[in-house]
């Protein structure tokens, strides 16, 4: 199916924990284009990356992935 977009949160985790482009993608094993894709959203990792990525920032994947865009922080959105 084309059209499906996985939203994601790297860049702000990334953002957060002080970690460039080159770093996470050394820590996992891809090249830090890589990286710069999936966080554009021109790129949907596999799964097993998409683990490896929620592993790495220690949180849930739905923390990192979602199929629905994320609300904007301090929107007064709830997440469900």
Do not use: C, W
């Not at 770093?23 to 890589?34: E, I, K, N, S």
């Not at 790129?43 to 923390?63: D, H, K, Q, T």
């Amino acid at each position: 199916m084309s059209g499906e977009e996985v939203h994601n949160r790297i860049t702000m985790l990334r953002a957060e924990r002080g970690i460039s482009r080159k770093d996470l993608a050394a820590a996992l094993g891809v090249h830090y284009q890589t990286i710069g894709y999936l966080e554009r959203g021109e790129y949907s990792p596999s799964l097993f990356l998409a683990l490896r990525i929620a592993e790495y920032f220690g949180v849930p994947m739905e923390i990192v992935f979602s199929l629905k865009p994320f609300p904007r922080l301090g929107s007064g959105e709830v997440v469900s």
